[in-house]
């Protein structure tokens, strides 16, 4: 399908106004002040809980095991004993650390996923994404403020979160072998040194890709493409084994006993999907207020087929693990769904799947759909939220267990950070232009045609 033709790109700036700043500071402070008060809910109705969190998931184990032999009874005994000496039961503040890393980390993989797609882009020499540069640049801008925050959370959290923490601090006897053998992932070192070292590395690079590009704007030529090429590859190459060894310390180890080789690119689906649809609800939010009308139907159409994309990647991620773990049927494997099919969370896993795929997916195959601002609008919510649910259940069940719940305290909290995000990304957008000019597929981003 032909359209107008576009020879140049005028400059657009985006301005914060008085009125959105206030919207992101009130959903900050109303979000933190009904998370004060959930928190206080929660402990006044708070019953003391004398299991361990794991006790569902071990007792799950010891039925499975009853079909199977003793194979798993070798590698459970251990943690077992060391569970009832070394680890307490979830308390109140548990569920106030587990809202606040989930949050913490959910809103950091907007970003995550963002620099990793701006990246992707200049590594491949994508020219039809070039137009939404600053976006992706203005999402990215939450690394570091929410970097800050995810280490806080793990740092001043970790003994109430992890469970290893724990065992290893506390010097627990009989030995727990399965933990033991991985004291050289899980260790105060990882989490005081490794982690922030590749936050920082990560954060460093975003600083010069988005220094390169405010600069590109006044630079004529090729170097600060060809600069800011050599960097996303760089940045690619580290990221694969970085973000692999993060999601396994940050999120797997809340289930220390169980593991899982697909975990990193389950994680990497979640923050990819998710970054897609937070970049169509910052586009179609500018595109309502009067700016980036350059942007086209046909850019705009690509980003929705890239979010139609990786919610089918993501779904079929989550079908690999599950199918390999229910196929090998192994108790030490089969456990952790287990935890997640019981009475009190088997109703939000089907949540997760219906908002996270089926519903996406039925709604963006259509072809108007991706053209559409109010459907576009609608699925990438569902995304966002549906991924929320998504993560809920990577970590309620291994740090709260049943006690775990969704009211007052999980909402607030996702309003506080919800309002930084939002505050962070638009003070961003209005330090640059809204188009990199001097791009050098900029009229290719601008003229971009998917066809009939």
């Known amino acids: 399908m032909g359209h ?6 005028k400059q657009e700036k985006f301005e914060f106004s008085g009125r959105a700043k206030m919207i992101a500071i009130g959903l900050f402070l109303v979000g933190a002040i009904l998370a004060g008060i959930g928190s206080m809910q929660v402990k006044n109705n708070w019953d003391h809980v004398d299991a361990p969190v794991t006790e569902h998931v071990e007792d799950a184990a010891d039925h499975i095991d ?9 590698l459970s005994t251990h943690g077992e004993e060391a569970h009832a000496e070394g680890h307490h039961g979830p308390s109140w503040k548990t569920r106030v650390w587990a809202n606040m890393l989930l949050n913490s980390y959910y809103f950091w993989l907007f970003a995550v996923g963002a620099i990793f797609f701006i990246a992707v882009n200049y590594v491949a020499n994508a020219g039809w994404a070039v137009m939404l540069k600053r976006i992706m640049e203005a999402q990215s801008a939450y690394l570091g403020i929410g970097s800050i925050l995810l280490l806080a959370v793990i740092w001043l959290g970790k003994g109430e979160l992890y469970h290893w923490v724990q065992y290893f601090d506390s010097g627990a006897t009989p030995i727990d072998a399965i933990l033991d053998s991985k004291h050289w992932l899980l260790n105060n070192s990882s989490i005081f040194f490794f982690i922030p070292f590749v936050l920082i590395v990560w954060y460093l690079i975003r600083t010069k890709l988005r220094r390169n590009s405010v600069a590109e704007d006044n630079t004529a030529g090729l170097s600060m493409f060809k600069n800011s090429t050599r960097w996303s590859a760089g940045f690619i190459f580290f990221f694969a084994f970085s973000f692999s060894a993060l999601s396994w310390l940050i999120i797997m180890s809340i289930d220390a006993h169980w593991y899982s080789t697909m975990f990193s690119v389950y994680n990497f689906a979640i923050s990819f999907v998710t970054s897609l649809s937070v970049m169509m609800l910052i586009l179609q939010y500018l595109k309502s ?4 009308e350059m942007v086209s139907d046909e850019v705009v159409h690509d980003l929705g087929k890239f979010m139609f994309a990786f919610c089918i990647f993501w779904t079929y991620i989550f079908l690999s693990q599950w199918l390999l773990i229910w196929y090998t049927n192994l108790p030490e494997e089969t456990v952790y769904f287990d935890a997640r099919l019981t009475a009190h969370f088997k109703p939000i896993f ?5 908002m996270s795929f ?26 966002v939220v549906g991924h929320w649910v998504d993560m809920y259940l990577l970590i309620m069940p291994g740090t709260v267990g049943e006690k775990a719940g969704i009211g007052m305290l999980e909402i607030g909290t996702t309003m506080a950070f919800a309002g930084i995000f939002i505050y962070t990304v638009l003070h961003s957008l209005s330090k ?13 981003s601008a003229n971009h045609d998917v066809g009939p």
């Open 350 to 354: 089907f949540v997760n799947l219906f």
């Open 4 to 9: 107008h033709i576009i020879n140049e790109v």
């Open 432 to 444: 640059a232009n809204l188009y990199p000019v001097n791009h050098p597929y900029i009229l290719e």
């Open 358 to 383: 089926l519903a996406p997916f039925f709604v963006l195959m259509m072809r108007n759909a991706k053209r559409s601002p109010i459907v576009l609008l609608t699925a990438a919510l569902v995304i």
């Open 66 to 74: 009853e079909a199977h032999g003793e194979h798993h009874q070798t």
């Open 289 to 292: 207020k009067g700016y980036m």
